[in-house]
């Protein structure tokens, strides 16, 4: 077969230089085509302040290194390291249907992709705007989402497994502090649930460097929260634990994801001065219809947006069998709890903090890198959230950063994941959780 035969047209939509700038540079040894309608997109959010603006930037610089290649220009197309070669398209067609309005700029983007597509190219229109791809396909286009930075939501890492073993080696388990195990197939920091035909159980996590199964640490009640599951006693071992230093809670609302992080920050923090300050972030995505600006400082504006931080805080204090105003009082005065939007991260260093992101999936796998990277010496990472309930128009269950951070990071010694599936905030929510 001739290699030119099998030579794909990919055509690149907005939404895709802004999810991943570099993006331009993942298609080895087939055509990647920018249209003109794009750069105007890009060019108007090029001075956002936001990741949207950043993206946009990045994007034209990485355009205009390309014309110090040597290799060509974008006009006719310059040829990359791995055989591909980019050109900005000036052209689309222009007279396809009445119907079909000109007017919208995602039209645009599509004709041009037709007008390819006419001259006989094996046209791919790459979108992650799942309405332009439901049009491009309308009309006879093959179209895609962008799967570079995306992880399979529903074959993902769930961080503890199930075994049965004899009655025998559950007791030597208890009585020896851990048990041999060889298993190539066990990730490190896993959790293990053994079982018995006689019905013995025990609770233990995976060591690859010693090939065994060891007990999780003992501890008691954190600021008046207990675990009410196992895959809850599993997450506060992990979360305690200071050798694991990026932690997922992946799991449906009333799991107990954000209160089991919090919980475990205060213990850290203010009863054990392991870490300096705990930092809570959250993505500034509202659900729903949006309020619009809000008044006042951005402590004021945040107070918002945090809330469910506090409503956790509160029920933290209320717990821990002191006064709740005063232990309320007493943490936010310590100044050791810091909220920040995740916004505002990007260029700080954070040493020696227990550092939380709460809703992580509504990030971008670029921006989860951005939150990551922050991460100084001696600084604990905690992202919780749920892959299913995503409030950003472009990210999905395999897209966000919080599925494709654990498809990435399973393997690694320093991190941790447990994805939490029962519902322990009110039988209500239980129930919601289930049949809604």
């Known amino acids: 077969m001739n290699k030119a035969s099998t030579k794909k047209t990919f055509v690149l939509d907005a939404n895709v230089l802004l999810h991943d700038p570099q993006c331009i540079s993942k298609f080895p040894r087939h055509n990647v085509v920018i249209p003109f309608t794009v750069l105007e997109e890009l060019d108007k959010m090029k001075r956002l302040p936001s990741d949207l603006g950043r993206n946009a930037r990045a994007t034209f ?32 067609k222009s007279d396809y249907n009445s119907n079909f309005s000109l007017a919208v700029n995602d039209n645009k983007i599509i004709m041009a992709a037709y007008l390819l597509f006419e001259r006989g190219e094996k046209v791919v229109f790459v979108s992650k705007d799942f309405a332009a791809r439901i049009k491009a396909e309308a009309i006879g286009l093959q179209a895609q989402d962008y799967e570079n930075l995306k992880h399979a939501y529903e074959s993902i890492y769930k961080g503890i497994r199930r075994i049965e073993i004899s009655k025998h080696e559950i ?19 896993e959790y293990v649930v053994m079982t018995s035909p006689e019905h013995s159980s025990a609770v233990g996590k995976y060591n690859p460097q010693k090939e065994q199964i060891e007990p999780l640490l003992k501890t008691t009640s954190l600021w008046g929260l207990k675990a009410r599951n196992v895959e809850q006693r599993c997450a506060i071992d992990m979360l305690l634990r200071d050798d694991i230093k990026l932690v997922t809670l992946i799991g449906p609302a009333g799991t107990g994801k954000t209160l089991l992080a919090l919980a475990c920050g205060l213990r850290k923090v203010f009863d054990e001065g392991v870490y300096s300050r705990i930092l809570v972030s959250r993505p500034i995505i509202p659900l729903g219809r949006d309020i619009g600006y809000l008044p006042g400082t951005k402590e004021e504006k945040l107070f918002n947006w945090m809330q469910p931080i506090y409503d956790n805080l509160e029920f933290l204090c209320e717990s821990s069998g002191t006064e709740q105003n005063e232990t309320m009082k007493w943490v936010m005065e310590s100044r050791k709890l810091e909220m920040e939007a995740v916004t505002y991260i990007r260029g700080r260093s954070l040493p020696k903090m227990y550092m939380i992101v709460d809703e992580a999936q509504n990030l971008t796998p670029h921006e989860v890198k951005t939150v990551i990277s922050r991460a100084g010496e001696d600084t604990k990472v905690i992202l919780t959230g749920d892959p299913t309930q995503i409030d950003n128009p472009y990210l999905d269950q395999n897209s966000n950063g919080l599925s494709y951070t654990v498809g990435r990071f399973s393997d690694q010694k320093i991190y941790g994941q447990m ?15 289930e049949i809604l």
């Open 171 to 189: 007791d030597l388990f208890y009585k020896d502090g851990h048990i041999p195990f060889k298993d190539d197939g066990f990730r490190p920091n």
């Open 61 to 92: 610089r990485f355009l205009d290194s390309l014309n110090k290649l040597g290799k060509g220009n974008l006009y006719q197309g310059v040829v990359l390291e791995n055989e591909s070669s980019v050109r900005v398209l000036m052209e689309f």
């Open 419 to 433: 994805f939490l599936d029962k519902t322990e905030r009110s039988e209500l929510a239980a129930l919601a959780a």
